[in-house]
């Protein structure tokens, strides 16, 4: 059974030296020695300062959104993960759709612009499949309306400019470990904040509100990170480099085979940042097409997954519906094919092949 994904999994011996370590110290969870290195690890891997481990990239946006004081509304993309919309509700702050740019399949900084509001305190993009926003445009705009710029970097680990890291743009960006992600921690994730003060505020937050012994200082709640998943995240981080450039094979082979085909879209991604590989989404003409498709790869045990469906917008629980028609268009007719380091030539010749041979 092929997949979209397959969850990577690092040398064993590795993973089991660090899993010793913490059977010999006895510590393992509450910020122990392994988060404070992993910590450490990333910040000099991602070139960022600030970053704080929680335990996983959902709860990550939610920390992100109360270190920030978020209130009213936050205007946010329709075409991402649902945790991007469901954080926002659980903190009861409510999403205001501003559609995608059909090509890139981000926010749409225009429309960004047309739905801020009064009530407006922040702007939630999503750097979708890795491909970065057009981040200075949302700082400017953030800027100019006073508000906090909190960025979904879930999909966008190790992607960066001649300068910087792209997690560095914001106020805040989150990040998801999932398994499923190109680095995990099995499951995790982490928030890089713009300013120390966010971060320090953001640590007593996922620790119960708790700053000493004897001594609550604010209302938290437990989004801890603990040793095994550090551990995990210790041994993948010291392979991430092989793990990308393998990544970048399996991406460039389907780049080639479909960039001539004109009833295949692709994800046309921002020049100025590097690719991290991560997925590779292809949107058909219609959903007859994509339906199609997607019934003969799974005919053969191959099995892409509309990412991302539904539409955020049209949510059962959101309380109005707003049109976002283009975003609506793309969840119908996209797929994003299998995309990991190991996946065998011989398998995604066959996926180009089905994919090629039932366009029409
Ligand atoms: C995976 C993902 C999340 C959620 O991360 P978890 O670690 O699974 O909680 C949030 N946003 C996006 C865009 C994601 O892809």
Redesign the pocket.
């Known amino acids: 059974m092929i997949n979209v994904t397959k969850t990577y999994l690092p040398d064993k011996k590795k993973y089991q030296s660090y899993v010793d370590s913490i059977f010999e110290s006895g510590w393992i969870t509450n910020n122990g020695s392994l988060v404070n290195q992993l910590e450490k690890e990333l910040c000099a891997y991602l070139n960022v300062e600030h970053l704080l481990l929680v335990s996983?990239?959902?709860?990550?946006?939610q920390i992100a959104f109360k270190a920030l004081g978020l209130n009213g509304e936050v205007v946010t993309t329709p075409f991402?993960?649902v945790?991007?919309t469901g954080?926002l509700v659980w903190e009861h702050l409510t999403p205001v759709f501003a559609d995608i740019n059909p090509d890139t399949y981000n926010i749409d900084v225009q429309k960004v612009k047309r739905m801020i509001t009064k009530k407006t305190s922040a702007v939630l993009p999503?750097h979708?499949f890795g491909n970065a926003c057009e981040v200075e445009e949302l700082e400017l705009i953030c800027k100019e309306h006073d508000l906090k710029l909190i960025f979904?970097a879930?999909?966008a680990f190790d992607v960066k400019n001649d300068l910087r890291n792209v997690l560095n743009y914001g106020d805040a960006s989150?990040l998801?470990?999932?398994a499923?992600?190109i680095f995990h921690t099995i499951?995790?994730?982490a928030i890089v904040f713009k300013r120390k003060e966010d971060y320090d505020k953001a640590r007593l937050l996922i620790n119960f509100g708790i700053s000493g012994y004897d001594q609550v200082d604010t209302v938290g709640i437990n989004c801890k990170m603990n040793e095994f998943q550090a551990a995990m995240g210790l041994a993948v981080l010291s392979e991430m480099s092989e793990i990308i450039e393998r990544r970048s094979k399996v991406w460039i082979r389907y780049f080639d085979q479909f960039k001539s085909f004109r009833d295949i879209q692709l994800q046309k991604m921002n020049s100025d940042f590097s690719n991290n590989h991560a997925y590779f989404p292809v949107v058909f003409k219609d959903e007859e097409t994509t339906l199609r498709i997607k019934k003969i790869l799974n005919e053969q045990q191959i099995f892409p997954r509309r990412y991302f469906y539904p539409s955020l917008n049209k949510l059962n629980y959101l309380n109005e519906y707003q049109p976002c028609p283009v975003s609506e268009d793309i969840v119908t007719r996209i797929l994003c094919l299998p995309m990991y380091g190991d996946l065998e030539a011989s398998v995604q010749d066959q996926i180009i092949e089905i994919v090629c041979n039932n366009l029409k």
Do not use: M, Q, R
Not at 56 to 61: H, I, Q
């Open positions: 996983n990239g959902t709860l990550a946006l991402s993960f945790a991007t954080s999503v979708v979904d879930a999909h989150t998801s470990f999932h499923t992600k499951e995790g994730g």
